[in-house]
């Protein structure tokens, strides 16, 4: 039997998500979560699953992949509850895996130090939709562009400190780990990536993520990365040596990949960083310890951090950078 204690540790990590997630970013996902947070019929059925399969973006996508729409949680409620069974099949079988481009706007800056080729490695590459900076243009604010005008365009605010890049990078090789790699040219690879675009202040279908998802993907299948299947901290190494034999400068790159991976295995990851020499860009939630503390971050923003130490706040979808030394602490 099912100890309710679990039932109601998955009701408060609902209620914790609505409030430092959702609520300024989704309201639609919001009110999804305490929706679940107050039904305690859905919460044991959660709480049955291990604890990285309990996620609210991973339940949200699966039930919109199931075909749930994006509607008020009194709607979909029992939609929900009745296709239970093909959700969370969905949901042990798939893993959120967002792939958000306009979060390589937000990284870039930490690598605009850099010259010459770069060997870039990202790690939770999913579809490698986020290998390809090279292959936009940005705009970090009015007048603020970087890339040729002809590419299609990803913008965030950047905050006046940022280090803006003069160009994108020149990327001689690139390549990709993940534990479970996607094919941008599977129509179902593109219906879970969409399924994982979270609804809009509106609270509805976010089209303007969805359009750049799906321009992502078009350069993915056009040109597309090496991704391969493995475990960031054991299969590492070996591509840094590979990438390394490619550029003077390896990069190894990640976002919102690390709270999917046990605290033991960051602590692995970030002491391997330590050790290899690369150029480490990490854009991980606030609370996530991989180096020196961020006081200053609040728990619903991402740290971008360069080699450990931090540089700056990111919105998690890529809106915005705010530069350390723009940071009212």
């Known amino acids: 039997m099912q100890d309710v204690t679990d039932d109601r540790s998955v009701a408060r990590s609902y209620e914790r998500w609505a409030s430092a997630e959702a609520d300024d970013r989704s309201p639609r996902y919001a009110e999804w979560a305490r929706g679940v947070a107050s039904d305690p019929a859905l919460c044991a059925a959660i709480a049955e699953l291990e604890p990285v ?24 409620r029992d939609m929900i509850a009745g296709a239970w069974e093909r959700i969370r099949a969905t949901m042990l079988a798939r893993m959120t895996q967002t792939n958000e481009a306009r979060r390589m706007a937000t990284m870039l800056p930490a690598i605009a130090h850099v010259r010459g080729p770069i060997a870039l490695v990202e790690v939770g590459a999913s579809a490698g939709l986020c290998l390809s900076p090279d292959r936009w243009r940005y705009r970090f604010g009015p007048g603020k562009y970087v890339g040729d005008a002809a590419l299609p365009l990803l913008e965030t605010q950047a905050s006046p400190s940022t280090p803006l890049p003069e160009r994108t990078p020149t990327i001689a090789w690139r390549a990709g780990l993940d534990l479970q790699p996607l094919d941008p040219g599977d129509p179902d690879t593109r219906a879970w990536l969409e399924a994982l675009v979270w609804p809009d202040a509106t609270g509805g279908v976010d089209g303007a993520r969805v359009d750049r998802l799906r321009t992502a993907l078009a350069i993915a299948r056009r040109e597309p990365a090496r991704v391969r299947h493995g475990d960031l901290t054991t299969d590492t190494r070996a591509l840094v040596e590979e990438a390394a034999e490619h550029a003077p400068t390896v990069v190894v790159w990640h976002s919102a990949v690390l709270p999917y991976v046990p605290a033991f295995e960051r602590a692995t990851f970030a002491d391997l960083m330590a050790e290899l020499p690369v150029t480490w860009i990490a854009n991980e939630g606030a609370t996530l310890e991989i180096g020196p503390p961020a006081p200053w971050a609040e728990p619903g923003d991402f740290v971008l951090r360069r080699d450990a130490e931090p540089v700056a706040i990111t919105d998690p979808h890529g809106a915005s950078i705010t530069w350390l030394d723009d940071i009212a602490r």
């Open 53 to 76: 399969k309990r996620q609210p973006n991973l339940l949200f996508a699966a039930a919109r992949f199931e075909g749930v729409p994006v509607a008020p949680w009194t709607e979909v």
